[in-house]
């Protein structure tokens, strides 16, 4: 397994645009989640799905923000109507589920670097 | 809500001089207690997991203990290629679909 793949590495768009982040997990985890992150400070939840169920989303999402997870695979996360203030890295995780010793650990991706001019 | 405050921000040593990083939290039941370690332009990398106050977990030069209301990341004799920023998360033990994290310690070790 290669890891958790995020695509593309890097995007810059204009205030207004709409841009959509591909997540693909290590196929064996069940569950996949979202974060943000900005300069100085640790990864801020936004959403997790387990297989195709999207179970929690933070209450500080804005509705701009959409993410799906068709088939319980791969994920996207998609921002409309991009704002400055949503210039940050999107950090894509994986975890299996359960309560052995290993569940709940965080594999992360590389990351979506968004800047908006 | 969950809360987790890392000290101190940013952490300057010598290769060869131990210190401690600190994560302070607020949790309604802890299920678990994360440390990561994250390099610059990557995501986070994971380290340990802690379940329950007394735990300590070593890896080389990295000994992580927790108590019940924090947990402490012990960086024996470091080498330059322990610089990273560290963070801890914590996750609820009525939600483990969800980590909150600290905001990190950056640590730099000079040769």
């Known amino acids: 397994d290669t890891g958790v793949s995020q695509n593309p590495r890097h995007k810059i768009t204009k205030r207004g645009q709409n841009v959509t982040f591909r997540c693909d997990p290590i196929s064996e985890h069940n569950r996949l989640y979202w974060y943000r992150q900005t300069l100085g400070q640790g990864p801020e939840f936004l959403t997790y799905f387990q297989n195709e169920a999207q179970l929690e989303k933070s209450r500080l999402l804005s509705d701009r923000f959409s993410a799906e997870r068709p088939k319980g695979s791969f994920s996207t996360l998609e921002i409309q109507r991009t704002e400055q203030g949503d210039s940050a890295m999107y950090l894509c995780a994986s975890s299996l589920s359960g309560q052995s010793s290993g569940a709940n650990v965080l594999t992360f991706g590389a990351g979506s670097r968004l800047t908006v001019l | 809500e969950d809360q987790v405050t890392q000290s101190p921000e940013a952490l300057r040593l010598q290769e060869g001089e131990s210190s401690s990083l600190n994560c302070s939290y607020t949790?309604?039941?802890?299920?678990?207690l994360f440390w990561y370690r994250q390099d610059p332009g990557k995501g986070p990398e994971f380290l340990f997991t802690l379940y329950s106050a007394g735990e300590e977990k070593e890896k080389e030069r990295l000994k992580a203990t927790l108590t019940k209301k924090e947990s402490f990341l012990h960086i024996t004799a470091p080498k330059p290629e322990d610089s990273a920023t560290y963070l801890c998360?914590?996750?609820?033990?009525?939600?483990?679909?969800?980590?909150?994290f600290g905001d990190g310690t950056t640590l730099t070790v000079k040769p």
């Open positions: 949790v309604s039941g802890l299920r678990g």
């Open positions: 998360a914590v996750q609820e033990s009525t939600n483990a679909g969800k980590s909150t």
